[in-house]
């Protein structure tokens, strides 16, 4: 049985630097690799870059390429998960589910792989990159060449094509079939039937709302105006809202039965769609008859706190993907639920968001927020 790579060894800093000036000093390579639009990367055998083309330095915002060299490519990109261990990035465990992580360790082993990479960086944005990597030899030495895509784009154009023509083309759906049935129906069906085209229009608009709020949001355009809110309220209101979503169509959600009324300062359209994007995911990942609880509790550190627990486990697998923008459970095209919560809470609402599922726990989403930003 073969024994499993070290992920934390580097190579020493004078070995990198020996290494990069090998490649430089290849000239007709390098006028070539700086020709390409794409970037490209050579990193060594313990990941760390030892050659970037001009694409690669301006992408990764550095004056020149040797302020690259040593790297990793998680770490040059700013990945939140290359500063979780000394080791860096690739020693993380939410790292063994990185695409760019897997390419390279491919390469590494005489492989040519192509893969998809899903980086949160510390600034609060992401990234979606395809990798192709090939190895190559040098004077005894394996190395592997790495081109990357950013297709962040394209990805985020899949998502709301699919929330375009699936959640908001069966909302307006919805509301077609109810006109239709009220051109029939007698004076007092049409009571009812008004108040669900009320409730259908109100949807239609809410979800178109949301990805305009999140395109802003992703910009940094976002204009956030803190005022006084109250959390028991603000659940409340959530709940209100979900009774009446398809999502909770033979579901139940409640809060908890000792919320904390704790009053502080917020944006309550951003608040209340961070906490509903909490509540549809819940609701969707229950099962027939399950039940969602919402609760909010007074923390300490001058902190308040909420909670949306439903009765599931997700993988470990997903666990690890878990707040990545184009990562979902529930398919391809999907995977701004979560994604759109961290932003907004930690962004621009100065909080955290975080998770825990077992099943012990079951699958329960914490978001906190100071209660004097």
Known sequence: MSETPRTDLRTAPEKVISQARQIEDWKQMRDLMDAIPDILLAVNSTRQIVFANR???????????????GKRPGEAAGCIHSAETSG???DADACKVCGAFRAIMRGLAGDTPVEECRMLLHCGSALDLRVWARPFDLEGERFVFLSMQDISDEKRRQALEKIFFHDILNTAGGLQSVGEIMEFSGPEELHELRGLVVSLSEQLVDEIRAQRELLTAESGHLQVEMKPVNSRDAISRVIATYLKHPACDGKMIAAEEACDSVAFDSDLSLLLRILGNLAKNALEASPAGGKVTMGCRRLRGGL???SVRNQGVIPRTSQLQIFNRSFSTKGAGRGLGTYSVKLLTERFLHGQARFVSTPEEQTTFFVEFPVKP
Do not use: I, Y
């Open 55 to 69: 694409a690669a330095v301006t992408f990764f915002r550095v004056s020149d390429a040797s302020e690259l060299w």
């Open 88 to 90: 860096g990035c690739g």
């Open 304 to 306: 308040v706190g909420f």
